[in-house]
């Protein structure tokens, strides 16, 4: 399910950089007293009572400004405000409202979303400033006064944007559909792609990278099943990103990750696998989910007897965590393959959904254990007691020890290779192993 995005928008110089380091509870963003040094948009992960969300620190709003860098933070901050759930209005109560809060208030009316409006600097404990009245004139309802530097008031504001977040219900999607998301650096054919799938120029395809700016969802039906396709941002190298609204492409193949099943990871065959590819691809086993990784613009690459094996051997020395992964050749404009896409696609979200029975797994385990011994350190031998399955998307199994320390990576990967083998190979998904000791008399 995808995580509400909540945008923090302000004039520059009113504390949105403090108030978002409090509210994540780490110093993540610059924090300076120099307006406009927040130049970047940054984004983090959080959680309240029980929801998780994301929250994007964005730079102050100049609404007439000129200059090239507030006029990018200004276009930055409106983007931010076009993918949030919902968004903070974080103002100064020490300044009062100025003609520049009246323009911001304005732009953030015409978004219909909901609107927190946020009184920073209202450092004073005990009854409501009298100053706060005057910010009713913004038309945005009850301003809600806080100290982030002094950490008051924050509760009363991570409520309030609670209250706004859309259902948990609205954020699901049909059960009945799987949710495909491509991912991949810009200008590798992930419109081209989905186009040839739906059979029409759906999306814009243009060789200029960063063309699609936002993750488009599109659903999809034929005989192989039902599907959503979103088709990302491509994700740029950061050190290459110039334009400071390709960061909100980041934000949004992250956020179609969290939302997908199964993540088609696009490579374009004339470039091979790069350090990006790597990067993008680590996003997605990171998150748990199934992938599949497409070489696309096949039919430009000149071939010969093992082309295909020796690609394939690259692709996995390059990307070493995903082995799992199956590998499928195809092109976009001649629709080469591209029908073997659907029942892979399938298959994975099958694996990825995969749960064992407890006394099946636990025969797995006590064969591995008779094959291979477990390991020993200075006369104390690792003893594995029993293992269960924790959860599926991915398949997790907790497996109970004597101790963990004794349990080293290198026994836990072939553990995760006799499950792997013996559950008929668990293609395209990652497995998670967790690692839990447990005493005994013997043990004592």
Not at 335 to 345: E, S, T, V
Request: glycine share 6%; hydrophobic share 40%; aromatic share 8%.
């Amino acid at each position: 399910m995808a995580k509400p995005i909540v945008a923090l928008i302000g004039r520059p110089n009113v504390g949105k950089s403090t108030f978002f380091n409090y509210i994540i509870g780490e110093k993540k963003s610059i924090v300076e007293d120099t307006p406009g040094v927040t130049r970047d948009r940054v984004y983090a992960d959080t959680e309240w009572r029980g929801r998780k969300f994301t929250l994007i620190d964005t730079g102050g709003i100049e609404p007439h400004s000129n200059d090239e860098i507030l006029v990018q933070m200004r276009r930055q901050a409106e983007i931010a405000m076009e993918t949030a759930d919902v968004i903070i209005f974080l103002t100064d109560i020490k300044e009062g409202v100025t003609a520049a809060d009246h323009e911001v208030a304005n732009m953030l009316r015409r978004t219909k979303k909901p609107i927190v409006l946020v009184c920073n600097k209202a450092d004073k404990i005990g009854d409501t400033p009298d100053d706060i009245y005057e910010f009713y004139n913004l038309g945005l309802g009850d301003p809600l006064p806080v100290s982030s530097l002094n950490q008051l008031g924050t509760g009363e504001v991570l409520d309030a944007i609670y209250e706004s977040f859309p259902e948990e219900n609205e954020l699901d999607d049909d059960d009945e559909y799987i949710r495909v998301a491509l991912i991949g650096k810009p200008n590798v054919g992930k419109s081209s792609l989905i186009n040839k799938i739906l059979g029409e120029d759906r999306h814009i395809v243009s060789n200029i990278a960063g063309t699609t700016r936002d993750a488009v969802d599109s659903k999809f039906e034929n005989a192989h099943g039902k599907y959503v396709f979103i088709d990302t941002a491509g994700i740029r190298r950061k050190s290459k990103i110039e334009e400071m609204i390709e960061k909100y492409s980041i934000i949004r193949a992250k956020a179609a990750i969290d939302n997908a099943h199964v993540c088609v990871l696009v490579i374009d065959a004339t470039e091979g696998v790069t350090d990006q590819d790597a990067k993008i691809a680590g996003e997605a086993h990171e998150a748990g989910k199934g992938v599949i990784i497409l070489i696309n613009k096949w039919d430009l690459l000149e071939k010969e007897t093992g082309t295909l094996e020796a690609f394939k051997k690259d692709v996995y020395n390059k990307l070493a965590y995903l082995t799992y992964a199956p590998i499928l050749f195809v092109s976009a404009v001649t629709g080469q393959r591209i029908d073997k896409l659907f029942p892979l696609i399938n298959s994975v979200n099958e694996q990825n959904c995969f749960r064992a029975t407890t006394g099946m797994l636990n025969t797995v385990i006590e064969e591995a254990i008779t094959l291979v011994q477990p390991p020993s350190d200075k006369g104390r031998r690792l003893k594995i007691y029993y293992a269960t399955q924790a959860s599926t998307r991915p398949p997790t199994f907790v497996v109970f020890c004597n101790s963990a320390k004794l349990f080293h990576f290198s026994y836990q990967r072939y553990i995760e290779n006799q499950i792997r083998k013996n559950f008929g190979g668990l293609e395209g998904t990652p497995v998670r192993i967790i690692v839990r000791e447990k005493s005994t008399k013997e043990d004592k």
